[in-house]
C-alpha cells in the first residue's frame, strides 16, 4: 500500500515536496516513482529511484525536480521546485521491480498509491 501527500495550490516558480508512504509487500529494494496524470492528457512518467537510489528523471522535469527515498521509513519524496502551470497534475506514486530499461513505464509497476492534486497557478 503507498501514501501519497503534500499536494496543494502554489504559484508559478513555488515549491512542493511530495511524500509517499509504502507499506505492506513493498520492499526497500523495490523501484519506487512518480507518474502524474493532467486533465484530458494520459498518465506520464516523471521519476523513479532505483533501491541503489539510482535516479532518472523525465526530459520535462530534469534539474526542477528531486527523487529521493528514506529506506528507514519506506518513503519516498519528490522535491519539486521552479514549479510551472503545466506541472499541474494528480501525481501518482507506484512501487515495483522494474527491468531498468523499463522503468518510465507504468506497466513495470505492481503498486500505486491514490495520487495527490498538484495545482500550479500562473
Known amino acids: 500500500q503507498l501514501q501519497a501527500s503534500g499536494g496543494g495550490l502554489v504559484q508559478a516558480g513555488g515549491s512542493l515536496r511530495l511524500s509517499c508512504a509504502a507499506s505492506g509487500r513493498t520492499r526497500v529494494t523495490y523501484y519506487m516513482a512518480w507518474f502524474r496524470q493532467a486533465p484530458e492528457k494520459e498518465r506520464e512518467f516523471v521519476a523513479t529511484?532505483?533501491?541503489?537510489?539510482?535516479?532518472i528523471y523525465a526530459d520535462s522535469v530534469k534539474g526542477r525536480f528531486t527523487i529521493s527515498r528514506d529506506n528507514a521509513k519506506n518513503t519516498v519524496y519528490l522535491q519539486m521546485n521552479s514549479l510551472k502551470p503545466e506541472d499541474t497534475a494528480v501525481y501518482y506514486c507506484?512501487?515495483?521491480?522494474?527491468?531498468?530499461?523499463?522503468?518510465?513505464?507504468?506497466?513495470?509497476?505492481?503498486?500505486w498509491g491514490q495520487g495527490t492534486q498538484v495545482t500550479v497557478s500562473s
Open positions: 529511484i532505483t533501491g541503489g537510489r539510482h535516479t
Open positions: 507506484a512501487a515495483g521491480q522494474p527491468i531498468f530499461s523499463q522503468s518510465f513505464q507504468e506497466s513495470a509497476y505492481s503498486y
